[in-house]
């Protein structure tokens, strides 16, 4: 684990080694069981970025439920680029984005080689929620104890979000990769989608899921990034080694 700060708030990253595993599930019709490699090592995010560390560096809060410690929410695919750019500038790092007015990735480009901060590749975060296991959630493998690794099932009027890192961590420490809120990748929902209104993959599921559908690691939803926000949707940081 590294850990880190910007302006007094410290956040930790956690070591994701090169390795293959199973991505997919048979209970999954658009991520079929098969098998992956992850060909570079990276770090990922222990909690997903909260409130005080966006509003650290963007200066603003757009989260729906305000606590410092919560997750940060209502943000859009394109709100998350440009946090990573400029955490990334502030650190002294690359910049892993770049806008590109003719790029078909909504007006991005995406170096792969930078050492700055980027959002987690669709294979990059089911590796880390799976952690060298098979399980259907991150963290476990039966529904009835998820309860004790994430935050969901909230849909009456006084549901939220939660304060990050106050369930059980997974098998290699990350944190609410089922439930609270679901997070942003850098991947298109049809990677055959060449328009510019694409729907981008979010993970992980969040506070008001009532089954255990849309919690298991392997389940894919996508959304717009040219607007889409929730109450439900933050990211988590990711990092080449």
């Given at each position: 684990?590294k850990?880190?700060s910007?302006?007094?708030?410290?956040?930790?990253?956690?070591?994701?080694?090169?390795?293959?595993?199973?991505?997919?599930?048979?209970y999954?019709?658009?991520?079929?069981?098969?098998?992956?490699?992850?060909?570079?090592?990276?770090?990922?995010?222990?909690?997903?970025v909260?409130?005080?560390?966006?509003?650290?560096?963007?200066?603003?809060?757009?989260?729906?439920?305000?606590?410092?410690?919560n997750?940060?929410?209502?943000?859009?695919?394109?709100?998350?680029?440009?946090?990573?750019?400029?955490?990334?500038?502030?650190?002294?790092?690359?910049?892993c984005?770049?806008e590109?007015?003719?790029?078909?990735?909504?007006?991005w480009?995406?170096?792969?080689?930078?050492?700055?901060?980027?959002?987690p590749t669709?294979?990059?975060?089911?590796?880390?929620?799976?952690?060298?296991?098979?399980n259907?959630?991150?963290?476990?493998?039966?529904?009835?104890?998820l309860?004790?690794?994430?935050?969901?099932?909230?849909?009456?009027a006084?549901?939220?979000?939660?304060?990050?890192?106050?369930?059980?961590?997974?098998?290699w420490?990350?944190?609410?990769?089922?439930?609270?809120?679901?997070?942003?990748?850098?991947?298109?929902?049809?990677?055959?989608?060449?328009f510019?209104?694409?729907?981008?993959?979010?993970?992980?599921?969040?506070?008001c899921?009532l089954?255990?559908?849309?919690?298991?690691?392997?389940?894919?939803?996508?959304?717009s990034?040219?607007?889409?926000?929730?109450?439900?949707?933050?990211f988590r940081?990711?990092?080449?080694?």
């Amino acid at each position: 684990m590294k850990n880190y700060s910007v302006s007094g708030i410290r956040y930790n990253m956690i070591d994701c080694p090169k390795g293959t595993f199973t991505m997919g599930h048979s209970y999954e019709e658009y991520n079929r069981p098969r098998k992956e490699s992850i060909e570079r090592a990276f770090l990922l995010g222990e909690t997903v970025v909260t409130q005080e560390l966006y509003e650290a560096v963007m200066g603003t809060n757009p989260s729906v439920f305000k606590n410092p410690q919560n997750p940060v929410e209502n943000l859009s695919w394109v709100e998350a680029i440009r946090f990573c750019n400029e955490l990334s500038k502030l650190q002294g790092l690359d910049q892993c984005y770049a806008e590109n007015s003719d790029s078909d990735d909504f007006g991005w480009d995406f170096n792969t080689r930078k050492n700055g901060y980027r959002l987690p590749t669709e294979k990059e975060w089911e590796y880390a929620a799976k952690a060298g296991t098979e399980n259907l959630y991150s963290g476990t493998d039966d529904y009835r104890d998820l309860a004790e690794y994430g935050w969901f099932g909230e849909k009456s009027a006084t549901g939220s979000t939660h304060p990050v890192a106050t369930k059980k961590p997974n098998e290699w420490g990350f944190y609410d990769m089922s439930g609270n809120v679901r997070e942003w990748c850098w991947d298109k929902i049809n990677p055959n989608n060449t328009f510019l209104d694409a729907g981008r993959v979010n993970r992980g599921g969040n506070w008001c899921c009532l089954d255990g559908i849309s919690l298991r690691s392997s389940f894919r939803l996508g959304n717009s990034p040219a607007g889409i926000k929730g109450s439900g949707l933050g990211f988590r940081l990711c990092r080449n080694i």
